[in-house]
């Protein structure tokens, strides 16, 4: 009895992995025959978990999704990865979620071994989580717009704008970027024919979903990189572009996705993409860099640069 419940813990592990598994191939990796592969499979029917199974030479097995969730056979790594996972969302940006997270966590705890839970441990004693003093999304809302852009439904909600505005827009959402801080839903807005970058918690969603779409074809780079360059430039006064004097690596370090973009263009020099309402805030963050630089665009940040330079010449007065 004992070798079979450990077989039949082992077969539900494989059955977990999302993909189609063969009589032949399961009964290589349990070392049995294919009969007994089949009465284990009934056995796991018998206890409610959904196996589904389709005939044929390249038929096979697959769990399916249940009326219940079954329990979870992981591995030493994907248990961590889970508990990480918990304790991040339990001080993160999804309102309502942390106090379930923990819940969560404390069971997982529990079940841990002992190696993987002085893992956990360690990991939670030196880690401190800064708790976020912005906008938060509901976790709901998230499970909605995501159902969304699975299923191709269009989206119906009251959006507000940075300045305080409000209008109602009807999206064909493509996916959500999240950059650590915020939630983004990239989308076809209907009414203006083009792609829009939105911030999930400023969406007041209109549910039911509406009708299926088509899916277009996606921006250029993605979702993730239309967010980007619409949260680093789009959203701003000014877009500069500057060449600067040093590899690509030694800049990115201090760019994010949320200030804007590098790329190399060769060896010793890199385009740095930004934007700001503030040409002062442009110049003194383009000197921060400690690096010597090319102003592209605008001509405006170009003019300014003469105006800065005064000014900390004046406030520098004469060498000593």
């Known amino acids: 009895m004992k070798e079979t419940s450990a077989r039949l813990l082992r077969l539900l592990g494989l059955l977990q992995v999302p993909r189609e598994w063969t009589g032949t191939l399961l009964a290589e990796r349990l070392d049995v025959d294919v009969r007994t592969v089949?009465?284990?499979?009934?056995?796991?029917?018998?206890?409610?978990?959904?196996v589904h199974s389709t005939p044929g030479v390249t038929g096979g097995y697959k769990?399916?999704?249940?009326?219940?969730?079954?329990?979870?056979?992981?591995?030493?790594?994907e248990a961590v990865a889970v508990a990480v996972g918990l304790r991040t969302a339990a001080g993160g940006t999804v309102a309502g979620i942390e106090e379930t997270s923990v819940r969560a966590l404390v069971k997982l705890e529990q079940v841990l071994p002992n190696r993987l839970r002085r893992r956990v441990a360690a990991l939670g004693a030196a880690t401190a989580t800064l708790v976020n003093r912005g906008p938060t999304v509901d976790a709901d809302d998230l499970s909605a717009v995501a159902a969304a852009c699975r299923?191709?439904?269009?989206?119906?909600?009251?959006?507000?704008?940075?300045?305080?505005?409000s209008a109602r827009r009807l999206v064909e959402p493509l996916g959500m970027?999240?950059?650590g801080r915020r939630w983004y839903l990239v989308a076809w807005d209907t009414d203006r024919d083009d792609w829009r970058t939105f911030r999930v918690d400023r969406m007041t969603l209109k549910l039911p979903?509406?009708?299926?779409?088509?899916?277009?074809?996606?921006?250029?780079?993605?979702?993730?990189?239309?967010a980007q360059r619409g949260i680093s430039t789009g959203a701003y006064r000014y877009r500069a572009t500057v060449r600067l004097?040093?590899?690509?690596?030694?800049?990115?370090?201090?760019?994010?996705?949320?200030?804007?973009?590098?790329?190399?263009?060769?060896?010793?020099?890199?385009?740095?993409?930004?934007?700001?309402?503030?040409?002062?805030?442009?110049?003194?963050?383009?000197?921060?860099?400690?690096?010597?630089?090319?102003v592209l665009e605008p001509p405006e940040l170009l003019e300014h640069l003469h105006v800065l330079a005064a000014r900390f010449t004046r406030a520098a007065g004469p060498p000593p």
């Open 38 to 50: 089949r009465r284990d499979v009934d056995k796991l029917r018998s206890l409610g978990y959904p």
């Open 63 to 77: 769990l399916g999704a249940g009326a219940a969730l079954p329990p979870l056979l992981l591995d030493d790594d």
């Open 151 to 165: 299923d191709h439904e269009r989206l119906r909600f009251d959006y507000t704008t940075g300045g305080g505005e």
């Open 177 to 179: 970027v999240h950059t």
């Open 209 to 226: 979903a509406g009708p299926r779409f088509t899916p277009r074809e996606p921006p250029e780079g993605g979702a993730a990189a239309f």
């Open 245 to 294: 004097h040093a590899p690509v690596d030694d800049v990115a370090q201090w760019v994010s996705p949320a200030t804007g973009t590098v790329e190399a263009i060769d060896e010793h020099t890199c385009l740095f993409v930004t934007g700001s309402n503030s040409l002062d805030a442009l110049g003194v963050w383009l000197g921060a860099f400690g690096v010597d630089f090319d």
